[in-house]
């Protein structure tokens, strides 16, 4: 219930971020307007006691959110891939609540898996160790199948977490509504929005059965990428509450020097592991965005393994196409063909001067070309592409966002193994490549054969949208100042384009 009876909540909320010094950080961090900051400190000082310490050696926001507990640390990790709402710094801040939380039993772990697949652990697992690692929603525990000898990675949902994460799921949706009513400014930022999104991703991460699927997706998307792999569920141990994977068996990602010993190129892993993501998100629609150092290894004949899917991202085709279309324009610093794109798609409003927009972008570009290698960087490009968005009056967009977030983390993925890699240089020949396979001629032909397919699937019902058509051209008067087409034109164009389509298909 998104009722009143959660300002009880906000205020505990509140609480702790005054008591771990984490509010006025917070609320900088979202450019809170007058209003807004009046009302979080008076709903949230006199309460101060109320709130959780928390643990001082964190960071303020890291801090208060850790004290918590789950749903928040959650949604901090949500927040971390839209520094657009919290800042580049709070989202940097925030990317470090990934294995914070204390695990729970081992026993109560191995219960569950037994109540879970209805067959003793012994029979299972012949090894199961203690918790490797323990997150806001579950943890891990590395094990040996008793079957095969394999050795598997066993995620257990925390117990009673679904009911704690909806009792604080209200309390989201709550505030969300409360700031957007408190100050209409904040609705560009669409906080309803990101508290849905949240909430889809929680509830799918929920279901590990969802994750299991996730990790099959993409694992068939990425078969054929040399130099990468995803470790394969294993269907027949995995539910809703449990999920059996493969072993990544490898250097962290994390430890370069690690990897160096083991004989593997820091400066080609750090090229392949950027335009892998940038194939994923372009060529699939479908991309890990939560490539952090925690989860990727490098194995010991030097494939990266990426695993843990509780957040992927997905984008439809023309969105895609749109974006490749903005990072090729930056590639090859066409800041007005980068300012058409947005005023195409829609992103900035009609009524703004589209020149006026290209030079904003120019600005945001040129500085940043004009830098040393080492200091080309995505997260400032992000940063400045913000400013200049919300000036313009761009609505917020979430697929993008994250997106562009998880760009920013691959980033840092890559200049950890190489700090002097050029990232627009290793960028373009994905995108390059992109643009050419789905902007040329053989994608038009592809774009006709599947509107075909689409006509052809319906053309049974042709006939009767047709003569429902003339009905109601019949039945209503044209306007005055502009003569209709005809009905009999509007068929002869279906039938057209139909023919076409078909044409196409045959020669495809």
Known sequence: MRGPHNIWRLIRTGATFIRSGAMHHALDAMN???RLRAVAYAMSAPFAWLGYKGDPKLPPVTRAITALGPAYIKFGQILSTRPDVVGVEVADQLRVLQDKLPPFSTEIAKTMIEAELERPISELFSEFSEPVAAASIAQVHSAIRADTGERVAVKVLRPGIEKAFRKDLDAFHFAAGLIEFISPSSRRLRPSDVVNHFQNTVLGELDLRMESARASQFSANTARDAGFDVPEPVWGMSSKTVMVMGWADGAPMGEPDAIAAAGHNLVEISERVLQLFL????????????MHQGNLKVASNGDILAYDFGIMGQIDEYTRRVYAEILIGFIQRDYYRVAEVHFEAGYVPADRDVNEFALALRAVGEPIFGMDASHISMARLLSYLFEVTERFGMPTRTELILLQRSMVVVEGVARSLNPSINMWQTAGPVVETYIRTTLGPKAVLRDLQRTAKVLHHFSPQLPDLLKASIQRQAAAPPPP????????????ALVAVFAAGAAVGTIL
């Open 32 to 34: 809170a307007p007058p």
């Open 279 to 290: 194939s994923h998100a372009l060529r699939d629609g479908y991309f890990h965005a939560d």
């Open 481 to 492: 100042a502009v003569k209709p087409l005809h009905p009999v034109i509007w068929s002869a």
